[in-house]
T-cell receptor
Framework: IAGITQAPTSQILAAGRRMTLRCTQD?????MYWYRQDLGLGLRLIHY???????GKGEVPDGYSVSRANTDDFPLTLASAVPSQTSVYFC????????????FGNGTRLTVT | TQLLEQSPQFLSIQEGENLTVYCNSS?????LQWYRQEPGEGPVLLVT?????EVKKLKRLTFQFGDARKDSSLHITAAQPGDTGLYLC?????????FGSGTKLNVKP
């Protein structure tokens, strides 16, 4: 089934550790996004990529980095995790264009202790 | 940051009642989308509105985009328990989607 695959589904991580959240899409969409979802704050954009080889900062980029080596993969790295990064992380993709819908994965629930 | 405010934040109603959810911003968006999210899953698109004043209907759901393209509403007629979920609006500008904080709807049988 076409869509977005995120891994892991959930993770408990000690503060200070490095962690990479994986995201793969098979729809050949050019744009990909990482959001975090916290209670009462909706979805906030961390980083995005309009096309392979390019990335940009969203609303809350600090403490996170991304890369887009090819069309399908868009990993999100926490270099040194902190408790405030405890959240549910969603990866999404879309075809470029203002009417194009976002297709989301099922999220990664990350707890930083 | 292009802020989108949704209201109400929570809504608990009986089956058969009508309800309206609002999404407001001081920013103009080139398009606006509504998503529904169930626990443990990612949001799923309900509708996209592009033109100011546009009204779209999806069965019992009616979506409206404000004339100035700064606000939107979602009206549900005769709500059913299957409508329970988190409803999110998202405005699109400059290659980014900005999400509202969401409205958590609970429809009791």
């Amino acid at each position: 089934i076409a869509g977005i695959t995120q891994a892991p589904t959930s993770q408990i991580l000690a503060a200070g550790r490095r962690m990479t959240l994986r995201c793969t899409q098979d729809m050949r969409h050019n744009a990909m996004y990482w959001y975090r979802q916290d209670l009462g704050l909706g979805l906030r954009l961390i980083h995005y990529s309009n096309t392979a080889g390019t990335t940009g900062k969203g609303e809350v980029p600090d403490g996170y980095s991304v890369s887009r080596a090819n069309t399908d993969d868009f990993p999100l790295t926490l270099a040194s995790a902190v408790p405030s990064q405890t959240s549910v992380y969603f990866c999404a993709s879309s075809d470029h264009g203002s009417g194009s819908p976002l297709h989301f994965g099922n999220g990664t629930r990350l707890t930083v202790t | 940051t292009q802020l989108l405010e949704q209201s109400p934040q929570f809504l608990s109603i009986q089956e058969g009642e009508n309800l309206t959810v609002y999404c407001n911003s001081s920013s103009v968006f080139s398009s606006l989308q509504w998503y529904r999210q169930e626990p443990g899953e990612g949001p799923v698109l309900l509708v996209t509105v592009v033109t100011g004043g546009e009204v779209k209907k999806l069965k019992r759901l009616t979506f409206q985009f404000g004339d100035a393209r700064k606000d939107s509403s979602l009206h549900i007629t005769a709500a059913q328990p299957g409508d329970t979920g988190l409803y999110l609006c998202a405005g699109y500008n400059f290659n980014k989607f900005y999400f509202g904080s969401g409205t958590k709807l609970n429809v009791k049988p």
